[in-house]
């Protein structure tokens, strides 16, 4: 192929110098396309055509009220024969035959023979009604016409004219001809308009059933969104389970399966049901189902529930409104409301809503706690918010261990008597010394006078997993962590878990991921109150909550990771749930770390001033044993809390903030520990003495070795 080329350009003399060339290429035409034949592009119009979205939506809006039509028509048939024969009664016997309820299939049974005698003494009436309509009619007619010719008579004799007898009679005539007229002229109006009413009255009927082919249907309805929850659409989701004694007792029942289902109830944001199921259908059987069963239901999994209430073989059916669960709750009253105090004793932690939109309120009065999920699935921030609540009541202490030690607790520096954070092995330690002194001021005050009432004490252990898991050991080679019987932090919590809740000692305790390692059976199943956020499996939910709340129908181990963040399920008498139920699942409120720090301000203007213990001293600066033994001086002995006080003035940075616990930590082991005279504890000088004697002993002979 040859190209053409043009050059245009401006004639200089001195091109060199900013002259400018265009060249311009002309190439030939191509050669034409070949020609579509005219059936071809017909056909691809057609095919555009209808495939287009708007043909499909005019197809499926003419097929739908096509058959809106034709199957209303046919439900007003079906109506119409149940109301003219006995088939209403005959389904409802058959599905209270095989619901095995034989009390209401006699008592169908029996209205339905009564229906059969009535109309069997309409049908004989029925045949003598001829005879005495036909009657009727000719002693009517005379009677009638007797009347206008007497009307006619009295007419002559006013007027004299014998022609008026028959006036009347001649126009009753007229008047009847005059309406057989009115009739013809409109009767064929009234026809059509006539079919036409009744056409639009059978599609009514039609559209409220959305009597048409799922395909049909419009698309927020295929979809399920927004689509309403109705006994029809309940006993086929319950039919399409895959369980076949459900599926051939539902068919012995025809329509009637909705008597399985008591009323439906709106819940919140979703709907509650209640089913009784067929003999032969076991709860867990349905349970086990729960995906499949909220998919006939036109929802996700998240979006069911399913418990089982106190009526023996029966299921209750919570379902959420379309996406309903994936919208935040408000906020906690415990930042919205700034007047709120809290009573230990008596009230309940404003913790969230249950899934019927209810408040959800939990009493801590008495109840060891504990809380379990999946890393980052809100577990502080639930198990903050109840200690959060619970600060506000100024006679509670806090004794607090953080062992993820990222700060979520740092508010609490200032109420707590002790807050340590951190996750080495020597924070473990810390912690475990600390609920070891709870357990000396818990056995302090079991020994006290009957009737003595003490201030609440909450021993709080954020990622106790891994006080569980620290491999550490002391002098004596017991290891801090572990389940056995010489673990220290094992048997200390275990030891609160006995006999702590009659004196106000409680045992709060988070964890990550439960196992037997982690969280050892004992110490789970000691705790009053079992919360768990998302979990893996359902071994694990069982480890969580036990095995009553799981058989029950709780799942947290179906939760969703990530997106059901601070939704849990709870299992605890301190919380208000439905009768015959174990267990009740929250959304709890998110209160923030600025809520939080907001929140605490308000505990502390209400208390005195605490001194929060942040590091246990371990006495690598000081001796705290003979700086105990100094401040006792020549007294024989002498009350803690003044062994405390002068400590206090001897280094104020280093016993400033000590409380019994700390003095009670120090001493034990020592042979010096404080103990009861004359009814107050107190500390002697020469069991200081000697211990301190004992100690220099042991020490100068380790040397000698």
């Not at 005495?132 to 007027?159: E, F, P, Q, S």
């Not at 891994?466 to 919590?493: E, H, L, T």
């Not at 100094?630 to 007294?635: E, K, L, R, T």
Request: charged share 25%; proline share 5%.
């Amino acid at each position: 192929m040859s190209e053409n080329v043009v050059s245009l350009h401006k004639s200089t003399e001195n091109p060199d110098e900013g002259a400018s060339v265009t060249t311009l290429t002309v190439v030939p035409d191509a050669p034409p396309a070949p020609i579509v034949p005219l059936w071809v592009r017909s056909g691809r119009a057609l095919k555009r055509i209808a495939t287009d979205e708007r043909t499909k939506t005019a197809g499926r809006a003419v097929v739908r009220h096509g058959l809106y039509t034709v199957n209303g028509g046919r439900i007003v048939v079906r109506r119409a024969w149940d109301g003219r024969t006995a088939a209403r009664y005959e389904r409802m016997f058959r599905a209270a035959e095989a619901a095995g309820n034989y009390e209401v299939a006699e008592e169908w049974e029996e209205r339905g023979q009564r229906f059969r005698e009535a109309r069997h003494r309409r049908r004989m009436d029925l045949l003598h009604s001829p005879l005495d309509a036909a009657k009727g009619v000719g002693v009517g007619v005379g009677m009638g016409i007797g009347v206008l010719v007497a009307l006619g008579v009295v007419m002559a004799i006013n007027t004299h004219d014998v022609t008026d007898v028959i006036t009347p009679l001649k126009a009753t005539i007229d008047f009847i001809a005059t309406l057989i007229r009115i009739v013809q002229i409109v009767w064929p109006t009234a026809l059509v308009l006539g079919s036409l009413f009744a056409l639009l009255a059978v599609w009514t009927v039609g559209s409220k059933q959305q009597a048409a082919p799922q395909w049909a249907l419009p698309a927020n309805v295929r979809s399920g969104e927004g689509e309403p929850i109705t006994p029809s659409i309940v006993v086929k989701a319950l039919r399409d389970l895959g369980i076949p004694a459900m599926r051939n007792a539902i068919k012995e029942m025809g329509d009637a399966g909705a008597s399985m289902l008591g009323p439906i109830r709106i819940a919140g944001c979703g709907v509650e049901v209640d089913v009784t199921l067929p003999s032969g259908v076991s709860t867990n059987e349905v349970q086990q189902r729960r995906r499949k069963l909220a998919e006939n239901l036109t929802r996700h999994e998240h979006e069911v529930f399913i418990t089982i209430p106190q009526a023996a073989r029966t299921v209750r059916l919570w379902v959420a409104d379309s996406g309903a669960l994936d919208e935040p709750i408000g906020p906690s009253p415990l930042v919205t409301d700034e007047s709120m105090t809290a009573d230990y004793a008596k009230g309940k932690a404003p913790w969230g809503q249950d899934l019927r939109g209810d408040a959800a309120a939990l009493s801590l009065y008495q109840r060891h706690l504990l809380i379990t999920g999946l890393s980052n699935q809100g577990k502080t921030v639930a198990l903050r918010s109840l200690a959060l609540w619970l600060a506000l009541d100024k006679s509670v202490r806090f004794l607090m261990g953080d062992l993820k030690g990222v700060g979520d607790w740092a508010m609490f520096d200032g109420l707590a008597d002790t807050l340590i954070q951190g996750p080495t092995d020597e924070h473990v330690i810390q912690v475990t010394e600390m609920v070891e002194g709870a357990v000396d001021e818990m056995n302090r005050r079991l020994m006290a006078a009957p009737g003595t009432v003490f201030p609440p004490l909450i021993v709080l252990v954020d990622e106790a997993q891994v006080a569980f898991m620290c491999p550490a050991k002391d002098d004596d080679k017991r290891p801090y962590g572990g389940s056995k019987a010489n673990s220290r932090y094992f048997m200390a919590v275990r030891k609160i878990h006995n006999q702590g809740r009659v004196v106000n000692v409680l045992m709060w305790q988070g964890t990550q991921d439960p196992t037997n390692e982690n969280l050892p059976k004992l110490v789970r199943e000691g705790a009053h109150t079992r919360a768990s956020l998302a979990l893996g499996t359902e071994s694990q939910a069982r480890m969580a909550l036990g095995d009553k709340a799981v058989d029950g129908g709780a799942a947290p181990n179906l939760l969703r990771p990530g997106l059901d963040r601070g939704t849990l399920v709870v299992a605890s008498d301190g919380i208000a749930m439905p009768a015959g139920q174990a267990s009740i699942t929250v959304r709890t409120h998110y209160v923030d770390d600025d809520g939080a720090v907001a929140i605490t301000d308000r505990a502390k203007a209400i208390r005195d001033g605490v001194t929060t213990l942040t590091v246990i001293e371990r006495g690598e600066d000081r001796d705290p044993l003979a700086d105990i033994a100094s401040v006792v001086g020549d007294a024989s002995r002498v009350r803690t809390q003044d062994v405390l006080k002068r400590l206090a003035v001897l280094n104020e940075d280093a016993y400033g903030a000590w409380s019994f616990l700390d003095l009670k930590r120090v001493l034990d082991g020592t042979g010096a520990e404080p103990y009861k005279s004359e009814g107050v504890m107190v500390v002697g000088r020469d069991r200081l003495a000697a211990a301190l004697a004992n100690r220099e002993g042991e020490g100068s002979a380790s040397t000698a070795g």
